[in-house]
Structure formats: C-alpha cells, structure tokens
C-alpha cells in the first residue's frame, strides 16, 4: 500500500471495538471533525451516517478506511455486527428488525431509539475509552466484567448515547470526547455503578456463561450455538406478545419473584424494542425457561399463561428439540387431566 494514501494517525481498531467507535477515534486522532473526515471520503452523496453502519458497513467504506489507516480488511470488517451472522442471526439483512440487535432508527446524525449502551465502568479503566460490540446487542443488559447494569441513555439528560455527534455543531477544541454525551457533557465514566440483580443463582451463573460465549470464537459443541439462540428469541417474542394478554410475563415474573410487572410499548414489538430494564425481565424469563424447557413451558401451559399455537407461531425451521418439546404437549387433552 503506498504510503502517502495513510493518514498521519492510524489508530487501529481494539478487537472488540465498534466501527463508528473506532472511525471517531480516527477522527479525533488526526485533529479533524468527523463531519469533514466523512465529506472529504466519502462526499455528501455517500455519508456513513445515513446508515447503520456498525449493522452494514458497505465494503467502499471499510475499503476506503483501510487505505488510509493501514490496516487489513478483515481487521476492520470485524468491528461490524455482521461478524455474529451464524451466531445469534441466520443470514444478513440490511433493513428491518434483526435478531438481537438494537435499533438506531437513524436519520442523518440523529438518533430516535436508544440502541447503544455502555458500562461506566469499562469506559472509566479503559486507557483510551472506547465502544465495543456486545453494547449494541439485546442480549446484553449488564456487563459481566463488573457486574453492573448497562445504561442505555446518558442518566442526566435522557438523550440516547450519541458520542458521534460529540463535535457536531461545534468548533473542533470544543468538540467532546467520546466518553462525554453529546447532548448535555456528562462525563459517562463518572455515572454511578449499579449492580445488576437475578432471580436466581443459577440465572446469573447460566447468563455469564451465555455472554461469555458470544466473546468467544464458535465452538460446534458449545451449547450457546445459533440454536439456542433463535429459541431464546422465539421465548422472548412469546413473552413480549399482546396475542395472550401479557399472561406469559406475568405469569413469569411471579414465579421469579417479582411484585410488579412492567407495562409493554403498544404496538408489535421484539425483544429488541425494549429499554433496557424491561429487556433484562424478560431476558431473565426467557433464560429461566430455558434452563429446564420442557418441565417449565409445561407448566406455564397448563396454568394457561400460554396458548399452544403460539409455541410456533412464525417460527421457521425451529431446532429439532425445540419442536419434539411442543409436539410433546400436542395432546392436550390427557396432559391437563
């Protein structure tokens, strides 16, 4: 690669790091505003930002980034979400609800849905702060590092987690740094750590390992495979349904101790609709029923807190011991006497 196509600072991305994240570091490392490192790129017809590109980074931009930074292709396409097609996904899309990843609903620089989180805590140790992947997915309501709740807003002023806007409408030495919010300056290294709460031992024991497998490269006899996956989404789907009234959530957060369920969004909604506290219930839901599946969809069958037809209702191809477990309560008739 010819040397005078790299820019003077070449950060390269942390291994866990997200796209955007590292393009604002980029940025910010050779003292110019992203605005003007995305137009001098890419020009107006072809912003970065007008898309998700931490979902679908189109492969002029990553190529585009690799020129100028230095680094290998793959490096880079792996800063993106794609990476976990095969793992929590089966196949890519580029618009619509996809599986267990948080929504942006951008438009321009803006940001209408709280989709990025963030650990105070990481940011706080992190030499230079950074966002990583795992804090644009569903599954993850809490850091497993240190144990604490994830925010998926700046706790000040309300406003989703916008750092690429940190030097938007500002002078580049009165830009703020990533680990500031860009709407009010709260400094999210600094905002109180709360520790996440679980039902059970055994949920908190089972989540870990969950999240610490995502980390990890895939492992063909790892219990955590897509699989389980899509049937952990098709549950949480089950819970967040209005088809049954709520029934299922309630019926779960009872048996887990909970004196108050919260109230769902109107409308038609997935797991990945939800902030983030009503998203660790039904998380925590949806884990408990699948640490003993059979013996526990049972039971909330047979206390009608949910419908057979439901069990796989849109669900394509489910996993075979996913569906033997159903076609089990097909005959209802001898199992509720």
């Known amino acids: 690669m010819p040397r005078d196509h790299l820019w003077?600072?070449?950060?390269?991305?942390?291994?866990?790091?997200?796209?955007s994240s590292w393009i604002m570091r980029v940025a910010q490392a050779n003292a110019i505003k992203l605005q003007t490192l995305s137009w001098q790129l890419f020009g107006n017809e072809r912003s970065p930002w007008n898309r998700d590109i931490d979902r679908s980074a189109p492969p002029w931009l990553l190529r585009a980034l690799c020129a100028h930074t230095g680094c290998n292709y793959w490096d880079v396409f792996h800063t993106t979400l794609v990476t976990y097609r095969g793992r929590l996904y089966p196949r890519r899309q580029t618009s619509g609800r996809l599986s267990w990843i948080l929504p942006i609903k951008g438009h321009g620089m803006r940001r209408n849905a709280?989709?990025?989180?963030?650990?105070?805590?990481?940011?706080?140790?992190?030499?230079?702060?950074y966002f990583r992947k795992t804090w644009r997915l569903a599954l993850y309501t809490y850091c497993?590092?240190?144990?604490?709740?994830l925010y998926d807003e700046c706790p000040a002023c309300h406003s989703p987690v916008t750092p690429h806007r940190g030097d938007f409408g500002r002078e580049l030495t009165d830009a703020r740094p990533m680990h500031a919010c860009a709407t009010c300056g709260t400094d999210l290294r600094e905002v109180p750590c709360h520790p996440e709460t679980f039902p059970t031992e055994s949920l908190r024991a089972f989540s870990g390992a969950m999240l610490r497998s995502i980390m990890t490269a895939s492992n063909p006899a790892d219990r955590f495979d897509l699989g389980f996956?899509?049937?952990l989404h098709h549950l949480c789907?089950?819970?967040?349904?209005?088809?049954?009234?709520?029934l299922l959530l309630q019926h779960l957060a009872t048996t887990l101790g909970h004196t108050e369920v919260p109230l769902l969004p109107e409308g038609r909604i997935g797991i990945e609709d939800l902030r983030r506290d009503t998203r660790h219930l039904v998380l925590m839901c949806?884990?408990?029923?699948?640490?003993?599946?059979?013996?526990?969809?049972?039971e909330a069958w047979k206390v009608k807190a949910i419908r057979y037809n439901l069990m796989l209702k849109a669900f394509a191809r489910p996993p075979r011991w996913y569906g033997d477990i159903v076609q089990s309560l097909s005959n209802w008739r001898s199992i509720r006497r």
């Open 229 to 231: 996956f899509r049937v």
């Open 8 to 19: 003077p600072a070449h950060p390269h991305p942390f291994p866990d790091e997200l796209l």
């Open 237 to 246: 789907g089950m819970i967040c349904s209005k088809s049954n009234n709520g």
């Open 144 to 149: 497993p590092e240190h144990q604490c709740a």
């Open 114 to 129: 709280f989709g990025l989180q963030f650990c105070p805590a990481c940011l706080a140790d992190d030499p230079i702060p």
């Open 286 to 298: 949806g884990l408990w029923l699948v640490e003993d599946l059979e013996q526990r969809l049972t």
